[in-house]
């Protein structure tokens, strides 16, 4: 029988070091590419307060930054399964950076909409042959994956941690202010690809047997998971500030903390992954979305509510890093096209929901579009049924 998984050694899940080590380049470079979608929900309340932007408009640049980034996933990934193209991530963390930086600079919706649009251009040419690199440095640990995918949970958790405050401060020009790190990055991970090259195969390595099927289940897992979080980073902020009371800067410090919460979960996912399996993690994380969802809504205060903010973000992402390795265990072939898919494609799409979001709030506000994501992870709950672990998999 062939096996859909990588040889695992011994250490590959018991040395942590080890697994920072191989993957540190990886997620660092995950990390400054994610802040930049991160700073779309960051600075989505900014635009609202300065420059008038409605509810469905504030919805629109969460739309822009998802057609940006889901829209092309899937042709970058067949590209990266087929070549190298060593210059395609660090070129879309530069390009993710400069459309996002200028964004707050031009005058227009249009602008702003077109912008932001690029920024997830960039973002959707790096997730691909990134995530495929990563997967060859990870081997077959689900730990080490979770440190590539705790990059880019770290990335969303700096951008309100940086983005609300300079933008409070200074306004919305402040956001050019984040165009050097990725230009800068790309150039770091440009000349990672140069040191790497003598020993990084041309071609992916074509391991086991493809599960369209399998996969086609996870991919719709990814879009439920997709549409809640990116519901909750466009609309906690204004949770706080039109609901409970509060002012922009508490509204930020909640979506650190859903973010913060992420990074917690995606890391706790990896441990949990290689000690229970992958499938019984990911059932665990769309089980306990649940309560956490209804927890928050339900606490009025807004400082108590803050603690619960931090559990919903870590709940949430417990199944993060596990996707992306069942997803390119279930397309062994093609570890690019389904990083693309998983880190992208499936990952973004949630942001096709957020126009009809921003409705049920402009009607609602924003504890109705909470509310509506608080049933939402039913359909998670009943599709990863369908999910099973690929080692016990019959070829």
Same mark, same amino acid.
């Given at each position: 029988?062939?096996?859909?998984?990588?040889?695992?050694?011994?250490?590959?899940?018991?040395?942590?070091?080890?697994?920072?080590?191989?993957?540190?380049?990886?997620?660092?470079?995950?990390? /400054?590419?994610?802040?930049?979608?991160?700073?779309?929900? %960051?600075?989505?309340?900014?635009?609202? +307060?300065?420059?008038?932007?409605?509810? /469905?408009?504030? @919805?629109?640049?969460?739309?822009?930054?998802?057609?940006?980034?889901?829209?092309?996933?899937?042709?970058?990934?067949?590209?990266?399964? !087929?070549? !190298?193209?060593?210059?395609?991530?660090?070129?879309?963390?530069?390009?993710?950076?400069?459309?996002?930086?200028?964004?707050?600079?031009?005058?227009?919706?249009?602008?702003?909409?077109?912008? $932001?649009?690029?920024?997830?251009?960039?973002?959707?040419?790096?997730?691909?042959?990134?995530?495929?690199?990563?997967? !060859?440095?990870?081997?077959? @640990?689900?730990?080490?994956?979770?440190?590539?995918?705790?990059?880019?949970?770290?990335?969303?958790? *700096?951008?309100?941690?940086?983005?609300?405050?300079? $933008?409070?401060?200074?306004?919305?020009?402040?956001?050019?202010?984040?165009?050097?790190?990725?230009?800068?990055?790309?150039?770091?991970?440009?000349?990672? #690809?140069?040191?790497?090259?003598?020993?990084?195969?041309?071609?992916?390595?074509?391991?086991?047997?493809?599960?369209?099927?399998?996969?086609?289940?996870?991919?719709?897992?990814? *879009?439920?998971?997709?549409?809640?979080?990116?519901?909750?980073?466009?609309? /906690?902020?204004?949770?706080?500030?039109?609901?409970?009371?509060?002012?922009?800067?508490?509204?930020?410090?909640?979506?650190?903390?859903?973010?913060?919460? &992420?990074?917690?979960?995606?890391?706790? &996912?990896?441990?949990? %992954?290689? =000690?229970?399996?992958?499938?019984?993690?990911?059932?665990?994380?769309?089980?306990?979305?649940?309560?956490?969802?209804?927890?928050?809504?339900?606490?009025?205060?807004?400082?108590?509510? +803050?603690?619960?903010?931090?559990?919903?973000?870590?709940?949430?992402? *417990?199944?993060?890093?596990?996707?992306?390795?069942?997803?390119?265990?279930?397309?062994?072939?093609?570890?690019?096209?389904?990083?693309?898919?998983?880190?992208?494609?499936?990952?973004?799409?949630?942001?096709?929901?957020?126009?009809?979001?921003?409705?049920?709030?402009?009607? #609602?506000?924003? =504890?109705?579009? +909470?509310?509506?994501?608080?049933?939402?992870? /039913? *359909?998670?709950?009943?599709?990863?049924?369908?999910?099973?672990?690929?080692?016990?998999?019959?070829?």
């Amino acid at each position: 029988m062939t096996s859909t998984q990588e040889t695992t050694r011994p250490h590959d899940v018991g040395d942590p070091p080890g697994h920072w080590r191989r993957m540190r380049v990886w997620a660092t470079a995950h990390a /400054v590419d994610d802040f930049y979608q991160g700073l779309v929900p %960051a600075a989505v309340p900014c635009f609202v +307060l300065q420059r008038d932007f409605s509810y /469905v408009e504030a @919805s629109g640049l969460a739309l822009a930054a998802t057609l940006g980034g889901a829209l092309p996933q899937v042709p970058i990934g067949l590209l990266a399964d !087929r070549h !190298r193209l060593r210059w395609m991530a660090p070129l879309g963390i530069s390009l993710a950076g400069i459309g996002a930086g200028l964004s707050g600079l031009v005058p227009s919706y249009p602008l702003v909409f077109a912008l $932001l649009l690029l920024a997830g251009v960039g973002v959707a040419m790096f997730h691909p042959p990134a995530g495929r690199d990563a997967r !060859r440095a990870a081997g077959g @640990s689900a730990t080490a994956m979770s440190y590539f995918a705790a990059g880019g949970s770290v990335g969303f958790f *700096i951008a309100p941690a940086l983005v609300t405050p300079a $933008l409070d401060g200074l306004g919305m020009g402040a956001t050019a202010l984040f165009v050097p790190p990725a230009v800068l990055m790309g150039f770091v991970l440009l000349r990672h #690809h140069d040191r790497t090259a003598a020993t990084a195969a041309k071609k992916v390595q074509h391991q086991g047997k493809d599960r369209p099927g399998r996969f086609a289940a996870l991919t719709a897992v990814e *879009i439920v998971r997709s549409t809640i979080s990116t519901g909750l980073n466009t609309f /906690v902020s204004l949770y706080w500030i039109r609901h409970l009371g509060a002012g922009s800067g508490l509204g930020g410090v909640a979506l650190t903390l859903v973010l913060g919460g &992420g990074v917690l979960g995606t890391l706790l &996912g990896g441990r949990l %992954a290689d =000690r229970i399996g992958m499938v019984r993690t990911v059932q665990l994380g769309n089980a306990a979305m649940l309560p956490a969802l209804s927890l928050m809504l339900v606490c009025g205060n807004k400082y108590a509510a +803050l603690p619960l903010a931090l559990l919903v973000g870590l709940v949430s992402n *417990i199944p993060f890093a596990v996707l992306i390795k069942l997803g390119q265990d279930y397309l062994p072939s093609r570890p690019g096209t389904a990083a693309g898919v998983t880190l992208g494609l499936a990952m973004s799409a949630g942001g096709l929901f957020m126009p009809l979001l921003g409705l049920i709030a402009a009607h #609602h506000g924003p =504890r109705g579009a +909470l509310a509506v994501l608080a049933a939402v992870p /039913v *359909i998670a709950i009943l599709v990863s049924v369908a999910l099973r672990e690929p080692a016990h998999e019959p070829d």
